[in-house]
């Protein structure tokens, strides 16, 4: 599929926007306060981007939306991750506001959709268990019948933004039969239900809070479920997709934050009575870090472009995207870390923000190594 890289001038005006505004809300001062903070959203900051019409960018406008389209909501996600931006926005609308709209039954989508469009819930995945992987036969997670609706038991962990949510998109299992893909299912929780318990999880990346959530005989009706019965496992599939595809704009936005904070660091700091950044080895070493970012860019336009046109070469596209740039974040903030000598590695510094954003952005629906070994497979699968 060809494609034009670049920005036309509306997409330019939303970057330019989302940059203004998240450097007067979101400051590095707000970042760090949300990471001391428990439950990590300031519901001021979420109303704020609401009035903006983030949460409803891609909706149809029936629903309260912008109907803008997915290449747009990656150019406003890169720019959430140039900022670390803390906050439920990836997923409320990315994890679940995606899936309802792209499977959620009319009455699904007149229920929930204006409600995130307008700000007035926060939503959220639960679908990984212990594991931490999202494969068809690690979920345990039951859903047994109870008069017209399902009783849901089981743990699940990693979940974002849990404690901030007012609903969870739950990943269960109605049946098991050989194939594991078989008997998953999506269900629509209310996360202030009796018989869920939320407990804090130690996680790396503190701008993206995680939790253990355990249910116990937690009711929900039939008419909850997102998509067909027994056939979440496509949705998640499709999740995973998208959800990979945001990621490595946030990457993208990251890492070209990284390396613009460590050049200016080069063409200032003094050592032996020279700016350091007249060194060669620096040099080399900066343009390494430029180099590995317009790649990244470009892998991630495309993979943006091909799920925006819903081509057939997504999956692949996203996997390359999420490779390289999972690989490519991590070595602009290794070694912007390391330009910057010890401040780089001082909790007042902002490197450690975009080191450790980066790698939650990585490991999230399959770091490099996951998403080269798929595309190994898909290729030899191809040429058999």
Not at 240 to 260: F, I, Q, R
Request: charged content about 25%; overall charge negative.
């Amino acid at each position: 599929m060809a494609i034009e890289l670049g920005l036309n001038e509306e997409q330019s005006m939303l970057k330019t926007m989302a940059r203004d505004f998240l450097a007067t809300e979101a400051p590095k001062t707000f970042v760090r306060q949300m990471m001391d903070d428990e439950v990590g959203h300031s519901p001021e900051l979420w109303q704020k981007m609401a009035e903006l019409g983030w949460q409803g960018l891609v909706f149809p406008e029936e629903y309260g939306g912008a109907a803008m389209n997915f290449r747009d909501l990656t150019i406003l996600c890169e720019e959430m991750g140039r900022a670390v931006m803390p906050g439920p926005f990836y997923s409320t609308v990315i994890l679940v506001g995606l899936p309802i709209l792209d499977f959620g039954t009319d009455e699904q989508k007149a229920e929930f959709l204006p409600k995130i469009a307008n700000g007035e819930i926060v939503c959220t995945l639960a679908a990984l268990e212990e594991s931490g992987d999202l494969w068809a036969d690690d979920l345990h997670f039951r859903a047994l019948p109870r008069g017209d609706g399902y009783a849901l038991s089981g743990t699940k962990m990693f979940v974002t933004d849990a404690k901030a949510a007012d609903y969870m998109l739950v990943a269960a299992r109605t049946r098991r039969t050989q194939d594991p893909e078989d008997g998953v299912t999506l269900f629509m929780v209310n996360a202030n239900d009796f018989g869920i318990y939320i407990d804090n999880m130690t996680v790396m990346d503190l701008t993206r809070k995680q939790y253990e959530v355990r249910f116990t005989d937690v009711p929900v009706s039939a008419s909850n479920i997102i998509g067909e019965l027994h056939g979440g496992w496509p949705i998640l599939q499709q999740i995973a997709l998208k959800a990979s595809a945001v990621l490595s704009a946030e990457m993208v936005g990251a890492g070209e934050m990284a390396m613009e904070m460590t050049v200016a660091y080069l063409k200032d700091r003094m050592q032996f009575g020279v700016v350091i950044g007249t060194f060669q080895a620096l040099k080399h070493k900066a343009a390494d870090m430029y180099a590995a970012m317009e790649y990244s860019r470009s892998l991630m336009e495309w993979a943006a472009e091909c799920v925006k046109e819903d081509d057939r070469d997504a999956p692949m596209a996203v996997a390359m995207a999420k490779s390289y740039c999972g690989d490519a974040v991590k070595f602009v903030t290794d070694a912007g870390i390391q330009l910057h000598g010890g401040i780089g590695f001082t909790w007042d510094h902002d490197m450690h923000l975009y080191f450790k954003r980066g790698r939650y952005n990585d490991t999230t629906f399959g770091d490099s190594n996951y998403q080269k070994e798929w595309i190994t497979r898909k290729l030899e699968a191809n040429l058999m």
